[in-house]
């Protein structure tokens, strides 16, 4: 028998639903592992890191936090938000801490139209859709540069600027990635998304990186939107999109939207990768913590477990992301679905349906 395979996880479940929909994931995780006859094994290791350690600690996490992080084999995170402690504060003292000091450079976010799952798209072949997003991940509108109050300078009132960076290194590879991506892919093709009619530096760049790159992939269709006219294909002509390659902040913006044309926020995953595999990638769902239901067990798990796929496939596990993939739309063909998605069912009783429905898929 080949020798079994350890993966050492780092799980830093954050907080409100971040805690329920990790647990969920886990419980996926663990079951497959259980059931591998000996191919995998796991053990995680928990961060208590977010929202309430920040109200005890006044920081996010431990000083030197990221580099505990660092030999793990991934990070499986939930969400960070709480009341009361600005967003700013906790999305830049953990999730992006670590998505930069591990140059997580590509956020990769399939959306999938689930059978069974009422959705708010009306398209005559909606259960075929399916796309990527890919987010740059490392620069953009989320370099963090700027200032506040230079009113001192004869400026009046507070003045406040925040700038976007854009390099043709980062823009470039996150490009590729795409490239390579579509490659893989039934349908060859690779959407950009800029603003550079307004944005007419960073922006402008990127076209022209889009440009070069695409020479190189004779291959591949291409494709190039401005944003504004984006969210509006996205809900017009879906079929158009296959792999989609944006900014931080634009990608951001319209995974919210395919996901909820998709059904809901809370089916989304994401995987938050370094391509050059010398650093841990992370894996959560794009959802945020959702203090409006945390505590009440009803989130929807399918975008943390959705993650965890993604995690199992990074992690050379393909069989088993493919069969949870597998499970999830089959408890949904079955009409298990959550409250946000017009159910009736809770966070565990969706976990144990998928879990069920591995062995069913197989
Ligand atoms: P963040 O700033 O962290 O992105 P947010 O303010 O965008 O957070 P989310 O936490 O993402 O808010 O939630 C947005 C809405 O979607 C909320 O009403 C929430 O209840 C709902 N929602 C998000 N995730 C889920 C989920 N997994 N299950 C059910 N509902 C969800
Ligand atoms: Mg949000």
Redesign the pocket.
């Known amino acids: 028998m080949s020798e079994t395979k350890r993966i050492r996880l780092a799980v830093i479940p954050g907080d409100g639903?971040g805690t329920e929909?990790v647990e969920a994931g886990l419980r996926i995780i663990n079951h497959l592992a259980e059931a591998s006859n000996g191919k995998f094994e796991f053990e995680s290791d928990f961060f208590p890191w977010g929202c309430e350690y920040y109200l005890e600690h006044g920081k996010m996490m431990e000083e030197g936090g990221v580099e505990r992080l660092r030999g793990y084999d991934a990070i499986y995170f939930g969400?960070v938000?709480f009341p009361g402690v600005p967003?700013h504060v906790s999305l830049w003292g953990l999730r992006l801490a670590i998505c930069q000091g591990f140059d997580q450079w590509a956020n990769i976010r399939p959306i999938e139209f689930l059978p069974g799952v009422p959705r708010r798209l009306n398209h005559p072949d909606v259960d075929s859709l399916n796309w990527v997003l890919i987010r740059e991940n490392s620069e953009g509108e989320y370099s963090g540069i700027g200032g506040r109050n230079f009113s001192g300078r004869g400026l009046g009132k507070e003045v406040a600027v925040q700038s976007a960076l854009f390099t043709e290194h980062g823009c470039e590879r996150i490009i590729r990635y795409a490239f390579d991506l579509a490659r893989t892919r039934k349908r060859k093709k690779v959407t950009s998304i800029t603003k550079s009619n307004a944005q007419q530096y960073g922006m402008v760049l990127w076209d022209e990186v889009f440009s070069r790159v695409s020479k190189d992939y004779p291959d591949v269709e291409t494709d190039q939107w401005l944003v504004d006219a984006a969210a509006a294909q996205f809900v017009l002509k879906p079929e158009e999109l296959e792999v989609v390659v944006a900014s931080n902040l634009f990608a951001d913006i319209l995974s919210d939207l395919g996901s909820a044309l998709a059904g809901?926020?809370?089916l989304a995953a994401s995987a938050n990768i370094n391509p050059e595999g010398n650093t841990p990638s992370m894996f959560e769902?794009v959802?945020?913590?959702?203090p409006?239901?945390a505590g009440q067990g009803i989130?929807?798990p399918i975008?943390a477990i959705g993650s965890a796929a993604l995690m199992l496939d990074h992690l050379g596990l393909n069989e088993e992301a493919e069969l949870i993939n597998k499970a999830i739309a089959e408890t949904t063909r079955q009409g298990i679905l959550?409250r946000?998605l017009g159910g009736t069912y809770n966070t565990d009783e969706i976990t144990d349906s998928i879990i069920e429905n591995l062995s069913k898929v197989k």
């Not at 959802?287 to 959702?290: F, N, Q, T, W």
């Open positions: 639903i929909v969400a938000g967003d809901s926020l809370g769902s959802h945020g913590s959702a409006d239901i989130s929807n975008g959550t946000d």
